[in-house]
């Protein structure tokens, strides 16, 4: 039993692709690109892990930790190179009423109970139901994230100190409009004058060095807070081992979960489809998970894939898992050994890349089809994007799905219908050749299409060019037997396909069973079983 139960598990699990460059060729240039593309993504991290750990309420440096485990080990063992995980605004907004009401260390056991529900996901391939999502919930996604990238930057122009309570203003507020703008021109202009340097990276380091060298008076990093620490410590969480505190952590983790894989697979796709390469959906999310379970155990807040950082890194040229580790490692460096230097960085700077990261990962093709495709899917983009910015990106995908999924199942249901004709091979009787799925959301259409009381002795219902879907149907196909049956009336099913014949023989329906008929070798008619489900 023992050993059944592990062959199961590992045919459950296959050989992940941990290859450092991929099919990438392992050149100095290749090296020295994924290098500097990992260094451009660490400083864009820095405000970002502080400004979420500010959301979530905890320490910056739960936040910075977080950033830098979660980096590390995704990049290492995740299933697309070049994609960045970090500490997210996303999970935060969830945390904070958990830290408030119960503390940090609770949210410590309620990240690494999380890793666990994801490791689980990977483990089981659930992360391949991610393709349920259609391209118009695609589409509102990078769209709603883009609009809160562009939101959680209009924080860093506030006064220092003031508790987000005062806005810049005057000359202030002048030059940090002008430094973010400068910024955006180093970006956009760089790649016409060299790539030796990744834009983001010279637009930093431009700026930074402009606001030091002149003593300009402007935010800095260090404004937000101070980044100094050591290394990340073992530390198990101190929370009663009791079923009281899994019932406080698992709501928590479950949602947490949800939104860490549900970004992390769609941001996964996003990445796959700008560098043309797909990733693993079940080995993101296995990576996920273990990451977010040794970041529990390391003091950090835990954290899913950064769209806004992985597009960073991918207009940078990143392509492999060494960006990605870098990213990491630099970001340690920064917080261990750097962190006076790295408090001088402007914070006009990162947002100038932040904005310039708005305006690549916003879809603004979405804007020109609008009135090119159908008018639902036009629909559901906006809806996701609305409700992504107003709550969060879990719920929105949720809400895209289900719309998506229910204006299909009523397109389907409208397709419904039949053709009439005397039978060729039975004198007297009268087909109905039925078209499109027979289903929930058809029956009643169904139902519609014959005229019990005008029929004769005998109708053949012909399923050549249909197909019974699910238990709706079967109860529409008795109730239309037991309307027959009532007027002395026979009514018989022909060319079922083979799962349709199973659905009824499995249901009791069929009075007959036989293998030729479903594949359409003898044309074999089945009488109909009722009071089967309560039919007539």
Not at 189 to 215: D, E, H, S
Not at 466 to 478: F, H, M, N, P, T
Request: negative net charge; hydrophobic residues 55%; glycine residues 10%.
């Amino acid at each position: 039993m023992r050993r059944a139960a592990m062959a199961l598990l590992a045919k459950q699990i296959s050989p992940p692709n941990l290859s450092i460059m991929q099919d990438e060729g392992f050149t100095v240039a290749r090296v020295r690109t994924e290098l500097l593309s990992g260094l451009t993504v660490a400083l864009a991290l820095v405000p970002e892990a502080v400004a979420f750990a500010f959301v979530a309420g905890v320490h910056p440096l739960v936040g910075l930790y977080a950033a830098f485990m979660v980096g590390l080990i995704t990049a290492v063992f995740g299933g697309r190179p070049g994609m960045i995980s970090g500490a997210t605004g996303a999970l935060a907004v969830v945390m904070v009423a958990l830290v408030a009401e119960h503390g940090v260390e609770y949210l410590f056991a309620t990240v690494v109970l999380m890793g666990i529900l994801q490791i689980f996901a990977g483990v089981m391939h659930w992360g391949k139901f991610i393709r349920l999502v259609p391209h118009p919930v695609m589409l509102g996604f990078v769209n709603g994230l883009a609009i809160v990238i562009f939101l959680a930057q209009l924080t860093q122009f506030k006064v220092p100190g003031s508790d987000g309570a005062e806005w810049l203003s005057g000359a202030s507020l002048y030059m940090m409009l002008g430094l973010v703008a400068l910024t955006m021109v180093i970006i956009w202009g760089m790649p016409k004058i060299t790539n030796a340097i990744p834009a983001p990276l010279a637009g930093i380091g431009i700026v930074a060095v402009l606001v030091i060298a002149l003593g300009l008076d402007v935010p800095r990093v260090g404004d937000m807070a101070s980044i100094e620490g050591g290394l990340p410590a073992f530390h198990i969480p101190m929370v009663p081992l009791n079923w009281e505190t899994f019932e406080i952590i698992l709501p928590y983790a479950v949602i947490l979960a949800a939104i860490g894989l549900i970004e992390s697979l769609l941001t996964l796709n996003l990445v796959g489809e700008i560098t043309g390469k797909r990733g693993g959906a079940s080995q993101e999310c296995i990576a996920q998970g273990a990451s977010n379970v040794v970041t529990g155990f390391f003091g950090g807040m835990g954290g899913c894939a950064m769209i806004g950082q992985s597009m960073i890194n991918v207009k940078s040229g990143g392509r492999t898992r060494i960006a990605g580790i870098a990213a990491a490692l630099f970001l340690l460096l920064f917080i261990v050994a750097a962190s006076p230097l790295i408090e001088q960085i402007p914070l006009a700077a990162l947002v100038g890349v932040m904005f310039m990261v708005v305006i690549g990962t916003f879809a603004w093709n979405s804007i020109k089809i609008m009135t090119k495709v159908p008018p639902m899917d036009a629909f559901v983009i906006v809806l996701v994007t609305v409700v992504t910015v107003m709550t969060d990106l879990a719920i929105a995908v949720v809400v895209g799905v289900i719309v998506s999924a229910l204006a299909y199942a009523w397109n389907n249901a409208r397709r419904i219908h039949a053709y009439t004709r005397e039978s060729a091979s039975d004198k007297g009787a009268k087909v109905y050749e039925i078209e499109g799925p027979l289903f929930f959301g058809s029956t009643d259409g169904f139902i519609e299409l014959f005229d019990v009381a005008g029929d004769p002795d005998h109708v053949i219902v012909d399923f050549a060019r249909s197909r019974v879907v699910d238990q709706s149907a079967l109860q529409a196909i008795e109730a239309l037997a037991g309307k027959y049956e009532a007027e002395g009336k026979k009514l018989v099913l022909r060319h079922l396909s083979r799962d349709c014949h199973q659905l009824l023989t499995k249901a009791g329906h069929l009075m007959v069973d036989s293998d030729d008929d479903p594949d359409y070798e003898l044309a074999v008619d089945y009488s109909v079983r009722t009071g089967i489900l309560g039919g007539h």
